[in-house]
């Protein structure tokens, strides 16, 4: 009894060991329907024939018999099938096309009204709903088609087409000439989910000679005028727009050109920081204003202070956010743009000790 026990226990070790050797798990190939499959990329599942001449190679399906493909990747959807096929000598034809089981309900089928021709033409089944990811694919021939013949060549799917980009920021306007004279009326459109803040359009001088405006900043530069917000409509909104308009003299084109800009970015240089520290025994206030020296707008702004000499424990008027070794400070949306010799105002309240000078660095 011993050694029959022993020798069950060794039966049982060197099974479960061939066991564990034999569950190793290899990722099954995909194939790509957005390219040709043929004959030479099904899984010869089903009784079908492949034929061939010097040309290429094609498969011959009758009746009960079926094509089928393994693990097909659609990706993110294919909106239409097509299927290159010949009825050859027999009266018109028709395929489903199934998913995942050859005897599921069918995603829709293939008509050929060829009748009877010997070439290959290709028809298309138009989807209603897109097919997505993973999916073994099935034609077969449906119970209603008397002669069950068909030669297929290949088959693909196709992709929904990509949508075209939508600008970030984009311009409307309309022209008003009354003949001595036009004025034009712009909206910037921001087609975002997120408030934009500065902007900054060139239109050629001899496209559109400008003699006022009005709820914008004209400077000139080279052939071009240079057309930024005001501090008040700096910010376009999300999915929304703001409005300006220009006059001149003589009679304009239906249609302007024009291109948008980056905002040029003010030097640090060109920046002034003024601030007053007000301390108590346990706390302080420091209120700042930062002012715009050059002679372009400012169009947003960061402030790094160093948390060795600082805490801040509130704010107002301004972001603050950590950065390692520093407190960053960044504005709100309203007060993101300075124009030509503006200004804004900000502070916080901090705790402990702080010295009179503060060193701060601009980016």
């Given at each position: 009894?011993?050694?029959?026990?022993?020798?069950?226990?060794?039966?049982?070790?060197?099974?479960?060991?061939?066991?564990?050797?034999?569950?190793?798990?290899?990722?099954?190939?995909?194939?790509?329907?957005?390219?040709?499959?043929?004959?030479?990329?099904?899984?010869?599942?089903?009784?079908?024939?492949?034929?061939?001449?010097?040309?290429?190679?094609?498969?011959?399906?009758?009746?009960?018999?079926?094509?089928?493909?393994?693990?097909?990747?659609?990706?993110?959807?294919?909106?239409?099938?097509?299927?290159?096929?010949?009825?050859?000598?027999?009266?018109?034809?028709?395929?489903?096309?199934?998913?995942?089981?050859?005897?599921?309900?069918?995603?829709?089928?293939?008509?050929?009204?060829?009748?009877?021709?010997?070439?290959?033409?290709?028809?298309?089944?138009?989807?209603?709903?897109?097919?997505?990811?993973?999916?073994?694919?099935?034609?077969?021939?449906?119970?209603?088609?008397?002669?069950?013949?068909?030669?297929?060549?290949?088959?693909?799917?196709?992709?929904?087409?990509?949508?075209?980009?939508?600008?970030?920021?984009?311009?409307?306007?309309?022209?008003?000439?009354?003949g001595s004279g036009y004025n034009v009326d712009f909206n910037?459109?921001?087609?975002?989910?997120?408030?934009?803040?500065?902007?900054?359009?060139?239109?050629?001088?001899?496209?559109?000679?400008?003699?006022?405006?009005?709820?914008?900043?004209?400077?000139?530069?080279?052939?071009?005028?240079?057309?930024?917000?005001?501090?008040?409509?700096?910010?376009?909104?999300?999915?929304?727009?703001?409005?300006?308009?220009?006059?001149?003299?003589?009679?304009?084109?239906?249609?302007?050109?024009?291109?948008?800009?980056?905002?040029?970015?003010?030097?640090?240089?060109?920046?002034?920081?003024?601030?007053?520290?007000?301390?108590?025994?346990?706390?302080?206030?420091?209120?700042?204003?930062?002012?715009?020296?050059?002679?372009?707008?400012?169009?947003?702004?960061?402030?790094?202070?160093?948390k060795s000499e600082v805490t801040i424990d509130s704010s107002?008027?301004?972001?603050?956010?950590?950065?390692?070794?520093?407190?960053?400070?960044?504005?709100?949306?309203?007060?993101?743009?300075?124009?030509?010799?503006?200004?804004?105002?900000?502070?916080?309240?901090?705790?402990?000790?702080?010295?009179?000078?503060?060193?701060?660095?601009?980016?």
């Amino acid at each position: 009894m011993k050694k029959f026990i022993a020798r069950l226990l060794s039966a049982c070790l060197i099974a479960g060991l061939f066991f564990t050797c034999s569950t190793k798990l290899y990722a099954a190939e995909t194939r790509n329907p957005y390219e040709h499959l043929g004959s030479a990329n099904a899984d010869m599942i089903g009784d079908h024939t492949t034929f061939s001449n010097r040309d290429h190679v094609w498969m011959y399906i009758y009746d009960g018999s079926y094509l089928g493909y393994k693990n097909v990747d659609f990706g993110d959807g294919a909106v239409s099938v097509t299927i290159c096929a010949s009825t050859y000598k027999t009266s018109p034809s028709a395929l489903d096309v199934k998913l995942d089981s050859r005897d599921s309900e069918p995603i829709g089928r293939i008509d050929f009204d060829t009748k009877g021709s010997s070439n290959f033409v290709e028809n298309t089944l138009e989807l209603d709903e897109s097919i997505t990811g993973i999916h073994d694919v099935y034609f077969t021939f449906p119970a209603s088609v008397p002669k069950k013949y068909i030669q297929v060549d290949y088959w693909y799917a196709t992709k929904a087409p990509e949508p075209e980009p939508t600008n970030d920021i984009t311009l409307e306007y309309t022209v008003n000439n009354w003949g001595s004279g036009y004025n034009v009326d712009f909206n910037v459109v921001n087609n975002t989910d997120e408030d934009m803040v500065g902007w900054a359009l060139k239109i050629l001088k001899s496209d559109c000679p400008i003699d006022s405006s009005w709820s914008v900043n004209i400077k000139e530069d080279g052939d071009y005028y240079v057309i930024t917000p005001l501090d008040w409509n700096s910010i376009v909104p999300a999915n929304g727009s703001i409005a300006f308009g220009i006059n001149g003299s003589g009679e304009l084109a239906e249609t302007i050109e024009y291109v948008f800009e980056e905002p040029v970015a003010v030097e640090e240089g060109e920046l002034g920081l003024d601030y007053s520290i007000q301390k108590w025994d346990s706390g302080y206030n420091v209120n700042f204003t930062l002012t715009n020296n050059s002679n372009q707008q400012l169009n947003g702004w960061t402030l790094k202070l160093k948390k060795s000499e600082v805490t801040i424990d509130s704010s107002w008027s301004v972001k603050v956010n950590e950065d390692g070794d520093y407190y960053v400070l960044t504005p709100e949306n309203w007060n993101a743009i300075i124009g030509v010799g503006g200004n804004t105002t900000f502070g916080f309240q901090g705790s402990g000790e702080i010295g009179d000078v503060i060193e701060y660095v601009f980016q």
